[in-house]
Nanobody, 124 residues
Framework: QVQLVESGGGLVQAGGSLRLSCAASGRTFSSYAMGWFRQAPGKEREFVAA????????YYADSVKGRATISRDNAKNTLYLQMNSLKPEDTAVYYC?????????????????WGQGTQVTVSS
């Protein structure tokens, strides 16, 4: 098992930036492909970005492509999401997730472990 704890959320003005972190503990972090998801009030959880276990291949939702960068530091057992040019529609609870299935995954049902989430609020 792996335990995940997100941090770095907050209130930011439109056009601003945030870096979210996800600290992992338990089983070897590098065993997992990782992803970020978000859920806005009244909406379903949606995929944001994913990264493979070790070669750093990344994949992004169209809604954040060019504005988000997912990265990981396996030595520090930490996943990151850098978000730039934030928009009010980016407001959501952001979750990190871990999976042992496949190269990487974009569907939430492929992920086995989830953090508790961190709130990101973008004001206009």
């Amino acid at each position: 098992q792996v335990q995940l704890v997100e941090s770095g959320g907050g209130l930011v003005q439109a056009g601003g930036s945030l870096r979210l972190s996800c600290a992992a503990s338990g089983r070897t972090f590098s065993s997992y492909a990782m992803g970020w998801f978000r859920q806005a009030p009244g909406k379903e959880r949606e995929f944001v970005a994913a990264i493979t276990r070790s070669d750093g291949t990344t994949y992004y939702a169209d809604s954040v492509k060019g504005r988000a960068t997912i990265s990981r530091d396996n030595a520090k057992n930490t996943l990151y999401l850098q978000m730039n040019s934030l928009k009010p529609e980016d407001t959501a609870v952001y979750y990190c997730a871990a999976t042992t299935v496949g190269y990487f995954a974009i569907n939430s049902y492929n992920y086995d472990y989830w953090g508790q989430g961190t709130q990101v609020t973008v004001s206009s």
